[in-house]
């Protein structure tokens, strides 16, 4: 059985047709890379499959339950998580305690540990809101992976972020995979999310284009063709 089952998604705004009929499945433990051109539909799919956007027509079935009208708190306590593209760390209180407080169940050396994957050990004792936007958004992730989801969606990880902490997250993606974690990421970094995608799924105007592996869906005309026309 998947892990998420959407089937015939279909969401419009006024005039606009955000997503047309859209029907996809994510397996347990890959990491999946949504792409597309921008207003093609990827955020508001994210949104419809985390609740806080009602679909028009269709269906979401996380682990065999129909999770079609629920709201956001009650799919996320599911294990559902979510990094948003802004970070919103709790600014005052210390790098740690960010981490701590997202699973109080975690030991002292759980946290550390978590903050050495995503690179900040050095900045367990500083107050979070002194990060840059790139070490916050390392930090989300760090919060995202103490509660040890089961699908974590991310929408554009490495948007704001220096290059140089890329791996960074490529390593967090890495152990939440090795966890059993089935990971969504929506991202512009096509050439980032090849590296560590099992599956890319290629969205324009409101459909799935394209879905397989990285190499062939990058390769895809149509895919090519989306991005030129947007
Ligand atoms: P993407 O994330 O791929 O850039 P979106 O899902 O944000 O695409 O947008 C898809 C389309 O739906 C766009 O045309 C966008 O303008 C429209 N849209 C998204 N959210 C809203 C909203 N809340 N109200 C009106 N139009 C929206």
Do not use: C
């Amino acid at each position: 059985m998947p892990v998420v089952e959407a089937r015939g998604l279909v969401k419009r705004f006024g005039g606009v047709t955000a997503l047309d009929h859209v029907t996809l499945t994510f397996d347990e433990g890959m990491v999946y890379a949504i792409i597309g051109p921008n207003g093609s539909g990827k955020t508001t799919l994210l949104n419809v499959l985390t609740g806080y956007v009602k679909p028009d027509a269709g269906s979401v079935h996380i682990m065999g339950k129909d999770v079609t009208k629920w709201p956001p708190h009650r799919i996320a306590s599911l294990g559902v998580g979510r990094v948003f593209q802004i970070p919103l760390p709790f600014r005052t209180l210390t790098v740690y305690d960010n981490v701590a407080i997202a699973n109080p169940s975690l030991s002292g050396s759980e946290v550390m540990e978590l903050l050495r994957l995503v690179g900040l050990e050095g900045k367990a004792w500083e107050r979070a809101g002194r990060l840059s936007g790139g070490q916050q958004k390392l930090l989300e992730i760090a919060r995202a992976l103490a509660k040890n989801p089961k699908i974590l969606y991310m929408d554009e990880p490495t948007a704001g972020v220096n290059p140089g902490l890329f791996e960074r997250i490529e390593n967090a993606i890495r152990e939440m995979k090795e966890r059993g974690t089935t990971v969504v990421i929506i991202e512009h970094n096509v050439r980032f999310v090849s590296r560590i995608a099992d599956e890319m799924i290629a969205m324009a105007q409101g459909r799935v284009i394209a879905r397989g592996a990285p190499e062939e869906v990058t390769r895809d005309p149509r895919v090519i063709e989306s991005y030129l026309g947007s």
